[in-house]
Nanobody, 122 residues
Framework: QVQLVESGGGLVQAGGSLRLSCVAS????????MGWFRQAPGKEREFVAA????????NYADSVKGRFTISRDNAKNTVYLQMNSLKPEDTAVYYC???????????????WGQGTQVTVSS
């Protein structure tokens, strides 16, 4: 089982940027497609972005397309989420998890990390 640790969140004004990181333990990280998810207060966790095992393909939720970029560094067991042009509706706790593919975006691991809080002020 891979353990996941997210970081990089914070408080930012609308229009600002943040870069989230997710470090995974375990030697099999590079074999998994990875995804970012978020959960706003009172809402269900939702898909944000996914990247294939080698970084060659990506998929984004419509709400973040053109503003967020997912990337990965398999040598560092890390997946990133660059978030630009942030909006108040992006406020949420952000989590990473493995996914079955960039189009089959169900979380693969039953356990989640602690997440990282992103708060966007208007």
């Amino acid at each position: 089982q891979v353990q996941l640790v997210e970081s990089g969140g914070g408080l930012v004004q609308a229009g600002g940027s943040l870069r989230l990181s997710c470090v995974a333990s375990g030697r099999t990280f590079s074999s998994y497609a990875m995804g970012w998810f978020r959960q706003a207060p009172g809402k269900e966790r939702e898909f944000v972005a996914a990247i294939s095992w080698n970084g060659g393909s990506t998929n984004y939720a419509d709400s973040v397309k053109g503003r967020f970029t997912i990337s990965r560094d398999n040598a560092k067991n890390t997946v990133y989420l660059q978030m630009n042009s942030l909006k108040p509706e992006d406020t949420a706790v952000y989590y990473c998890n493995a996914v079955w593919s960039i189009t089959t975006i169900n979380p693969r691991f039953g356990s989640w990390g602690q997440g990282t809080q992103v708060t966007v002020s208007s």
